[in-house]
């Protein structure tokens, strides 16, 4: 019986631990290779715009809450600050975005505001923030691009 119990309880451990390895590595979108490549022309003009970037580094696999902190974070700043703020997603596992991972020294997901050669990262905010308290993580974004723009 008590072997019983402890096949039941692994059994359960190992069926819990897979359902969350797979919900972080699902794929963050399912767009093709057409709007990919449309959407890195849009953002290398988009970068020589402007001259304050919001740089969002995430991996091919996302959780959930990778994918939050993107989309408030681009939502936010494109609601209010579309012409004077570029919002960049870079995924960090494409060789094409090496140079950037390098310059910013990006060992994982990432959210950076970079002012010239100023730069702000609020990552730590923006994970604990985004799915649950997302005006938090909005309000950071204001407070931080305001008081460099002004």
Known sequence: MRRKLNVIGLSLVLGLSSIFFQSCSSKANNTDKEEIAEEKVCCSKAIEETSVKVYYF????????CQ????????????????????ISINRDEDQN????????IAGQTLLL???????????????????????LEEL?????DARLK
């Open 98 to 105: 090496s140079e950037l991972v390098e310059k910013y020294e």
């Open 68 to 87: 939050a902190v993107e989309k408030v974070s681009k939502e936010y700043i494109e609601a209010n600050y579309a012409e004077k703020v570029t919002f």
């Open 58 to 65: 995430h991996a091919t696999r996302r959780c959930a809450t």
């Open 141 to 145: 974004i204001k407070s931080t691009i």
């Open 114 to 136: 970079v002012f010239g050669d100023e730069v702000v990262n609020v990552t730590t905010e923006a994970f604990l923030n985004a799915r649950t308290n997302p005006e938090k």
